[in-house]
């Protein structure tokens, strides 16, 4: 099955994992963007019964909100950069 942009929003995501019902409070603690890369993040949490659950929410390069970073650009060597 093919995920679409909508199935990997924030929300989609939140819901997923944290799985808050219709009486649990959902937070935004942090927001930012990571020092390598300066990819967007956030930090959302959930009071339930069972206890606090935070999770960290990482937005990649299509748009989507994944529970991992996305990838770091490494620079590359190529012959055509370095050829005499």
Not at 16 to 45: A, D, H, M, N
């Amino acid at each position: 099955m093919k995920r679409t942009n909508e199935q990997q929003s924030l929300r989609c995501q939140v819901e997923k994992w944290l799985s808050p019902g219709p009486t649990v409070l959902v937070r935004v603690i942090e927001f930012s963007r990571t020092q390598l890369g300066r990819r967007r993040y956030v930090c959302v949490e959930t009071v339930q019964p069972a206890g606090l659950r935070a999770l960290f929410f990482f937005r990649h390069d299509d748009g989507c909100w994944r529970v991992f970073p996305p990838a770091v650009d490494k620079p590359t060597m190529t012959p055509a950069r370095h050829a005499a």
